[in-house]
């Protein structure tokens, strides 16, 4: 055990990134769940270690806490450099880190709980328009990432080569994400595929919402 | 002249990023302007360039195209170690790289101006309910983000230290596009008081919206 605390939620996608990154990197770590349903990340407790009230947080042996996953993926390939995650030149780690940034900047943070609270709050969205929203924002950028991953050699078993990184981390927690939403997967054969591959590979097995203590 | 080309849009907040880091790092580049609101950037032939269709995009001197403006500027910080934009040790770089992304994957995405007419087209929202939320989701991190800034020793003239980083590039661009939208920055001093240090460098002043070639 590495002394490594993960503040997290069985379901949430920026969770799921995390947890496969700790499982890839060989590091245990004591889990501790926030029911965001409930709104047990917005308790004075957790607003104490993460002001920002989201998890993933990931809190160091000696207390610092680390927050927003993908900072913090970047904090475990820098100071564990076992099963690196970013590859060996700029030009490359340029390409993982674009796929990586698609999906965490452009579909996830639009398809939030909270975005999609606020849209039934404010706007009366109903559970189709929420489907078809969250939908849409993964289609927009799903379609070009197909063509980019299709079409580019560097593509391999996984994003980039034929071992797991930073793109297919977050790759692999969104198509998980996407089937709360019954998004149609069928244009996208590489992204299909690579989830797949992924799967197979417990670290992102393990990381599954199903294979979590706090899961329902 | 480095051989880089920019292609960006004076208004655009990624591009506002992008456009400093350059300036940061000394790195000359021609100017491409795409036009959102015309929809310029989903012609054919920016699509050939981004089939994300997003600006910016780095076309580099021998025309591989870098996209997603955070990856581009570690792209530059990795290739141009002037003027570093990331500090030295992990545990900074990971707090450095906390703060941007909250701008990065909290704020901007949700206001971005397609999700924006997506409001408006689908939910009918007029411009009083788009500004309302554009503010929510501001307010939401800005927040945290200002007592995370004005509770860290670390921070200093900037959000780490006294120089100026990639969270600077990320918050500067973001209390930039917030103008549009007339967020109160009452209740955040020592955000405001980062953006006014970055306006007082050239290479934050001179990537403003209004000193650019497309600017209207």
């Given at each position: 055990m590495s002394g490594l605390v993960l503040h997290n939620y069985f379901r949430s996608s920026t969770s799921i990134r995390l947890r496969a990154a700790l499982n890839l990197k060989g590091l245990g770590y004591q889990y501790v769940a926030h029911h965001l349903r409930k709104g047990e990340h917005h308790s004075a407790a957790y607003l104490a270690i993460n002001p920002q009230g989201l998890?993933?947080?990931?809190?160091?042996?000696?207390?610092?806490?680390l927050t927003q996953s993908l900072s913090i993926i970047e904090y475990l390939d820098e100071v564990y450099p076992q099963q690196p995650l970013l590859p060996g030149t700029p030009l490359d780690r340029a390409r993982v880190r674009a796929l990586a940034y698609a999906i965490a900047c452009e579909i996830h943070p639009v398809n939030n709980l909270r975005v999609l609270g606020y849209l039934k709050s404010t706007f009366g969205a109903d559970d189709t328009a929420v489907a078809v929203w969250f939908r849409h924002w993964v289609n927009e950028t799903f379609a070009p990432m197909e063509k980019m991953l299709a079409g580019d050699p560097r593509t391999g078993m996984f994003c980039h080569g034929d071992k797991p990184g930073l793109a297919d981390l977050c790759l692999f927690a969104q198509v998980v994400n996407n089937k709360r939403f019954d998004v149609d997967m069928s244009p996208f054969a590489t992204i299909r595929r690579i989830y797949e591959n992924c799967l197979a590979v417990p670290a992102f097995a393990d990381a599954m919402p199903e294979a979590q203590p706090d899961a329902e």
């Open positions: 998890v993933p947080a990931l809190e160091l042996d000696d207390g610092t806490v």
